[in-house]
């Protein structure tokens, strides 16, 4: 994927046409409210814009379409299925997921990762969930060979994690920590009991 797509990409997933659509919806009803979308986005398309949109409104799927093309080169159109690499925006997910879980009284952010993980070498005992939001339990920024794109499961990837030398003693610096993210996806399946 070149460059130029995955930035447009990144346009879709920061929601530029997100407020001009929710605002034609919310300013027309059922069929209108589609049109007065689609002709938003047609001239989107016009300037480049390659993505998936979904408008709901009032609990009704009004659409759900891709947009533009996914790969220029080879004309490849965007459809419902496309995959999108959408990068860092999964952490914020994540931290929603883990201050809900919160909120519904399953974890608190004080925890430390020790209550959902067995095996944790004592210097990783102590680390906070919180810790790990803030990039500040001392983990690398990745736990594979390949810088974040590396094919592994679950369960390998908590095990790489776990024989990281840290870089810090927990809560003292601040690091940018991909490894942390992923310990927090998987405290997030413990305390939901249900796949992230």
Known sequence: MNARVRSWIWLATRGLFVTPCGVAAQQASGGDARQAVERLLAQAVERRFAGQVLVV?????????????????????????????????????????????????????????????????????????????????GFHEYHDDTGDHQPMTRDEAVERIKSQKLLFEPGTQRAYSNSGFTLLAVIVEKAAGTAF
């Open 57 to 137: 409104q009032d609990g009704e799927t009004i659409l759900h379409e891709g947009y533009g093309l996914a790969d220029p080169d080879s004309d490849i159109t965007v459809g419902t299925q496309t995959v999108f690499a959408i990068g860092s925006v999964t952490k914020q997910f994540t931290r929603a997921a883990i201050l809900k879980l919160e909120e519904d009284g399953f974890l608190s952010t004080d925890d430390p990762i020790a209550r959902f993980m067995e095996g944790l070498p004592r210097d990783k005992r102590e680390i906070t969930i919180e810790q790990l939001m803030t990039m500040r339990a």
